[in-house]
């Protein structure tokens, strides 16, 4: 989780994924975000999907599965969910059963 990209809420990162062989040899993507307790994330990956699909994937530090952003065969993927602890938390980009894609990546974070 070292190699994880630290991002900030609002900011719009576009990047591209890629698999080597278009099955589990993936270079995967890392975000990560400090999070407050309490605080509610809302985390999207815009894509095309006939381009290529993508996963999502929210978990902590510690490896801690929250939430994946639904394994579906249409565009974009979507993870919404509310932290129980303030923590680091880690967002992974995957490409599925492709070479990959590009996406655009955005969280927006509520506060109490």
Request: proline share 3%; hydrophobic share 35%; charged share 20%.
């Amino acid at each position: 989780m070292d190699t994880a990209t630290a991002i900030s809420p609002t900011i719009i990162y576009h990047a591209i994924v890629c698999s080597a062989d278009g099955m589990d040899n993936h270079d995967g993507d890392l975000f990560s975000l400090r999070v407050d307790a309490g605080c509610s994330l809302e985390i999207f990956a815009e894509f095309t999907h006939s381009d290529g699909n993508l996963d999502m994937v929210l978990y902590t530090r510690s490896s801690n599965f929250l939430g994946e952003g639904g394994k579906s065969d249409t565009d974009n993927e979507i993870i919404t969910y509310t932290t129980t602890e303030s923590d680091e938390y880690f967002i992974s980009i995957i490409p599925y059963l492709t070479m990959g894609n590009q996406y655009a990546l955005q969280v927006y974070l509520a506060c109490p």
